[in-house]
């Protein structure tokens, strides 16, 4: 009997072995599908390489039309194997190709384009100047609008210095300006998960420097809703120690909406630094 039971560890004990071999050479992945928003490509390639992968292969989406919300180099999407759908449960062999694509202007991929034209067609090169002047020209009058800030904005100003917590100019202003981006500084009242995900986040703000939690800062409440780091502008997967409840901290955000039936003015983040 005693024989018996030692074969059948041993057996287990073999079994187990193997499954656990199956799995030599898999890497974690270092993030999740979702949790790149807003990250810079460099970074994103960075943390690959790092954890071990060697096949990593960078995408220019030459897509980038100036006014976009899009920075240059900001992340479009992270496929593994072809599949956009992991976690940092994943696990993959460190040769797996996996391809992040990325925003930039398109002058950045027509430049070979260009040089190879010229080269092909100098007879043509008198007016090839003429088009690059006149290109050169438009694009220096396109000049980017400014941000909102209290410094360049009544408007801004009188929404930040309102007392009543429905105040019909929070409406008028989010109408009046949807899409803008506004900078001014601020203070965090509330901070959550977004759910059950460790990486999202829902957060509360009001105008100027926090005071305590049974004070309400003139204003409205603003809020950022289910968002990550990468979109606060934050190059690191977890939360640095100045988001947090009662920090002060300086707001580049895109204006969105403001809810009545909430009393919330929703604002897409750009930018979260200390102050």
């Known amino acids: 009997m005693k024989r018996k039971f030692l074969v059948i560890v041993a057996i287990l004990t073999v079994l187990l072995v193997g499954c656990s071999s ?56 992270v496929s593994v194997d072809g599949d956009t759908v992991f976690s940092t449960d994943s696990k993959y062999f460190p040769d797996v190709e996996i391809v992040v694509s990325y925003h930039t202007f398109p002058g950045e991929e027509e430049s070979s384009t260009e ?12 007016s090839e100047v003429e088009n690059e002047t006149s290109e050169n020209t438009e694009s220096t009058n396109e000049v980017p609008e400014e941000n909102l800030t209290p410094e360049n904005n009544e408007d801004l100003v009188a929404v930040l210095s309102a007392t009543n917590e429905l105040d019909p100019i929070y409406s008028e202003f989010a109408e009046k300006y949807k899409n803008r981006i506004i900078e001014f500084d601020a203070c965090i009242t509330y901070l959550a998960n977004h759910g059950d995900n460790d990486t999202r986040y829902d957060l ?13 800062n003139p204003g409205p409440i603003f809020k950022f809703e289910d968002v990550n780091t990468y979109g606060m502008g934050i190059e690191d997967l977890y939360l640095p120690d100045y988001i947090s409840i009662g920090s002060n901290i300086h707001v580049t955000a895109e204006i969105q909406s403001f809810s009545e039936n909430e009393g919330v003015f929703f604002l897409n983040p750009v930018k979260v630094v200390s102050r």
């Open 22 to 77: 199956e799995d030599d050479g898999r890497i974690h992945m270092p993030f999740g599908g979702n949790d790149y928003d807003g990250a810079n490509y460099q970074e994103i390639v960075s943390q690959l390489e790092e954890a071990g992968f060697t096949n990593v292969r960078k995408e220019p989406l030459g897509d980038l039309v100036t006014g976009w919300l899009n920075d240059e180099g900001e992340v479009d999407e």
């Open 115 to 126: 040089d190879e034209n010229l080269n092909s067609e100098s007879n043509k090169e008198s």
């Open 204 to 216: 509360l703000l009001s105008a100027g420097d926090y005071v305590d939690e049974n004070t309400v």
